[in-house]
């Protein structure tokens, strides 16, 4: 059906995505050793016929969204603990040519992904185009630290072990206060992009969210939370102080499943995500902006990309199909 079309994406797609976490234990003892699901060496999961078989009966043991997932063809498991969806590489070859318009993809997980699967691509680049880029990032945003923030620990798992444990959360919530009624004086909240987990940002529903964790008593939930992977929305391209609560790394599950668990290109994921965030502000306005990272590898690795001249870059992957 797509054999005769080139198709044009205007962003890396999601090449992965976790689905859920099982105890090696009750893997092995549930699914593995009742002969419910056959792994293959690479990782990819199949539901047997006698999970088909007996799908009802065990309905209420097994995890229905495993088995439906299973049946798609779509499902892997990682380290025997990390169940996976992954993009199915028919997507990306059944069409006449694919081209996917992209901004630094040595930092994206699609080149690993495409090598894992043995996808031809064909890079192309353009170092003068990026090199502008950069040029104008670097007039136009400010950047700056939280000085009494510096030494948290604020990537994914770090922050999630601090939940519940409200003396140090206080820490956090007070210097986001001293931000808001010193720095930020004067400005709207509205005029705000914070990121963090979620759980540490705000609980409940998301129609009616209640302030919790970092959020409990810095005055600053008005502040727009977006997740730090937010990407293609112009919802907030108005705003011009930006507080990146987040030290980006790439599920090291994942990572060594792609062959990706490298600091280089731990370094670059974690660079390429946060400049994706970043261009939610009104810097797509070609306005000026003000970013605060606490994190010192995520400042420096954002003040290294500002300040180097660019001589390579990878804007555009196509898909040899």
Request: proline share 4%; glycine share 6%.
């Amino acid at each position: 059906m797509l054999s005769d079309y080139h198709i044009i994406i205007d962003e890396v797609p999601n090449v992965c995505e976790s689905i859920q976490n099982k105890h090696k234990r009750s893997l092995k003892e549930f699914y593995i050793g009742n002969g419910y699901i056959e792994v293959d060496e690479n990782g990819k999961v199949f539901a047997t016929e006698k999970w088909d078989r007996d799908h009802e009966a065990v309905s209420d043991t097994l995890d229905e969204k495993l088995y439906h997932f299973s049946k798609s063809g779509f499902l892997y498991l990682l380290d025997e603990t990390l169940f996976i969806w992954v993009l199915p590489t028919e997507l990306l070859t059944s069409c006449r040519s694919m081209t996917i318009l992209t901004f630094m993809s040595q930092g994206s997980l699609l080149l690993p992904f495409l090598e894992k699967f043995n996808v031809g691509v064909e890079i192309e680049r353009n170092t003068e185009e990026e090199e502008k880029f950069r040029c104008q990032a670097k007039e136009l945003i400010t950047v700056k630290t939280l000085p009494n923030l510096e030494r948290f620990n604020f990537t994914h798992t770090g922050q999630t072990k601090l939940e519940g444990k409200r003396a140090t959360e206080k820490k956090v919530a007070s210097a986001l206060k001293t931000l808001r009624y010193g720095e930020l004086r004067g400005i709207d909240l509205q005029d705000v992009i914070i990121t963090c987990t979620k759980s540490q940002w705000q609980k409940g529903n998301d129609d009616r969210p209640l302030s919790t964790g970092f959020s409990k008593g810095a005055r600053f939930f008005e502040a727009n939370w977006i997740p730090n992977t937010t990407r293609g929305t112009n919802d907030y391209a108005h705003c011009s102080h930006l507080v990146y609560l987040y030290d980006q790394y790439i599920n090291p599950y994942v990572g060594r499943w792609l062959g990706a668990a490298n600091r280089q290109m731990s370094d670059a994921y974690a660079l390429t995500e946060l400049i994706q965030w970043v261009w939610r502000s009104r810097i797509r306005r070609v306005e000026p902006i003000t970013l605060y990272i606490p994190s010192p590898r995520m400042r420096g690795l954002f003040e290294d990309w500002l300040n180097t001249p660019i001589t390579s870059t990878h804007p555009a992957v196509s898909i040899a199909a």
